[in-house]
Each structure stands twice: as C-alpha cells, then as structure tokens.
C-alpha cells in the first residue's frame, strides 16, 4: 500500500525509477566512458616516454609553457584566445616556480579532470537521461490518473519527484567518483588524494594576473568542492527536466527539449562574449569549476557568486513553472 507521507512518496518515486533500469544504464556508459578516457590518457603517458624519454612532471610542463609561448608569439590569434593563452601561461609558471605538479599521477587527479571537463555536456546528459520521464512517464505509463486521484495534495507528489531528482543527482555524482576511480586507478595509481593543488588564480579588471588570493589545497578539499559546484549544475539541470517533464506530456520530446538546451549552450558559450546579456542564461553558467581552476570567464563581470546566483534564480523560476502547472492545470 502506497505511503502518504513525504518519505513514503519519495520511496514511490525510487521504486519506480528503480523498476526502469535507467541509473544502470547511465552506470555503464560512465563505465565506458571512464575507460575509452583512461586508456587515452595511458596512450597520452606512453608518447610522452618516447618523445621526451622522461615523465618528469617539470619538463612536461616547460614544454606545454613553450608551446604556449609560440602559440601567443604567432600572428592572428583572436584577443579572447590570447587572454586564455596568456593566463594559462602564467598558471603553469606559477606552479613550476613553486615546485607543485599540477597533475599529480593518480586517480584522484582523473577524477577532477572528468569533473571539469564533464561539467558542461556529459554529467547533465546523464541525470537527463535518468530523470527526463519523471512526469511525462506517467502520461506514457498511463498512470497519470491513478496517481492524481490519490488522496494526496498534488504540490506533495510534485516535491517528492523534484527530491527524487535530487537524490538520483547526489547517487551520480557518488557513481562518478567510485567508477574514476576504480576504473583510472588501475592504469594512473590510487595515490594522490593529499596532493597539493592551487586555486585563487585571479584576472583583475584591467587583465592582469594576480596573485594575491592564491593558495594550496589538497587534492581531496578541492574534489570535495568540485563535486559539489558539479553537485549543484547536475540539480539545476534536473529541476528543468522535471519542469519541462511536467509541460510536455511526451518524453521524447522532453528529451530533445533539453538535448536542445544542452546543445544551444555549447554553442553560445563561443559567441558568447559578443552577446554580453547571455551571462543570464542558464548554459553560459554551467562550467563553475573553471572559477576554482582560475579561467577566465566566458563573459567579463561573471564570478562563482553571480554563477550560482544566476543557476539558483532559474532553479527557483522553473520550480515555480512546474509546480504552478501541476497543481493548477487539467494533468489528463
């Protein structure tokens, strides 16, 4: 027999995700992933040894500070490509003056490069995936009316689904790290959680690299942080596929709904320093682990605090959409 209270509605909503099989299915393609992105990186480790017959982290990272250098000396590179260049440049001479590897062997260092470089398209394509159908399935299913006629206020049915999501967020983001790690550590070494790892890189307003808030961390705080900035982009993509689930009764148009989303972010985060208002948009602010690395941002005035701001406002207005519209609107 169905349970009315909250935690038993939440349980409702697990068994039925449970029952689709979708978390195992985003289980084996992070599996896949994880180890096309592993064995890359080994291919990676085994031409460095032919090329420069060492893996010493200090001559790796002169000649990627080289490259840089004969990357910016060379005519017609566009000012948003230089200022990358130019603070990456800087960042990488930061850490050799200072004696710390930036890219400390091991596992624990994969795991943040899979965060930061699946930030933006491969963790919210897989809680879409598992969460897309959330309301939309219940149309498909037909159980949309059974489920409504339940003596239970339609706002309450709504929540469990919304802490669904982000329980199944929190459940991939713990997968994500338990298969990095598992899967890179075999190839890179379990070692290297205490590594130190720097973080407060600045670009003043006038373009100049500072110094002043930088300092070490190590490698198990900065995961923990990362995580967590993942932790929240992955929960505000889920609120718009539970909002978007509600508005539109077909998953598959869902889906492309918020593949389209997805997609369109990528697309204007290369235009978007053009379009200075595009800062308010949900994608241009998904990538917030570039603020703990030091990059620019895509739009100058963007921060880690008017990121979380921004992604905080559309979390709140789309919750507010979906649940104005399930309470208040025909469902059938």
């Known amino acids: 027999m169905s349970n009315p209270n909250m935690i038993g509605l939440i349980h409702n909503e697990v068994m039925k995700m449970a029952s689709k099989r979708r978390f195992m299915v985003v289980v084996a393609i992070l599996i896949v992933l994880v180890s096309m992105f592993t064995y890359a990186q ?42 990358f260049l130019e603070l990456d440049l800087k960042q990488k ?22 965060f930061s470089q699946g930030l933006t398209l491969v963790l919210p394509l897989l809680i879409i995936i598992i969460m897309a159908d959330v309301v939309s399935g219940e149309y498909n299913d037909g159980t949309i009316k059974t489920l409504l006629s339940r003596p239970v206020k339609r706002w309450k049915i709504l929540m469990a689904k919304w802490l669904t999501v982000l329980l199944y967020t929190s459940m991939l983001m713990a997968a994500t790290v338990v298969v990095c790690y598992g899967i890179s550590g075999i190839v890179l070494g379990y070692d290297g ?21 930088i300092h070490t961390l190590p490698m198990w705080e900065y995961l923990l942080m990362s995580v967590g900035l993942a932790w929240v982009v992955t929960a505000t993509v889920g609120t718009i596929s539970l909002m978007i689930s509600v508005l539109v009764k077909n998953t598959a148009t869902g889906i492309g709904a918020m593949m389209a989303v997805l997609i369109a972010g990528t697309l204007l985060s290369s235009i978007g320093s053009s379009w200075t208002s595009s800062k308010y948009l949900v994608n241009l602010n998904f990538d917030l682990i570039n603020y703990l690395e030091g990059q620019a941002p895509p739009i100058e005035g963007m921060s880690l605090p008017f990121s979380l701001t921004v992604l905080g406002l559309w979390t709140a207005a789309c919750l507010a959409i979906a649940f104005w519209n399930f309470t208040q609107k025909d469902m059938y």
């Open 42 to 83: 080994y291919r990676e480790i085994q031409e460095k040894i032919e090329k420069q017959g060492t893996l010493d982290w200090r001559v790796d990272l002169q000649q990627e500070i080289v490259d840089r250098q004969n990357r910016l000396a060379s005519s017609g590179i566009q000012d948003e490509a230089r200022q």
């Open 93 to 114: 001479q930061y850490y050799l003056d200072n004696d710390i590897n930036p890219n400390y062997p091991g596992a624990p260092t994969f795991i943040r490069i899979f």
């Open 193 to 213: 959680w205490t590594a130190p790892i720097l973080t407060g890189f600045q670009v003043s307003p006038s373009g100049e690299f500072s110094t002043t808030y």
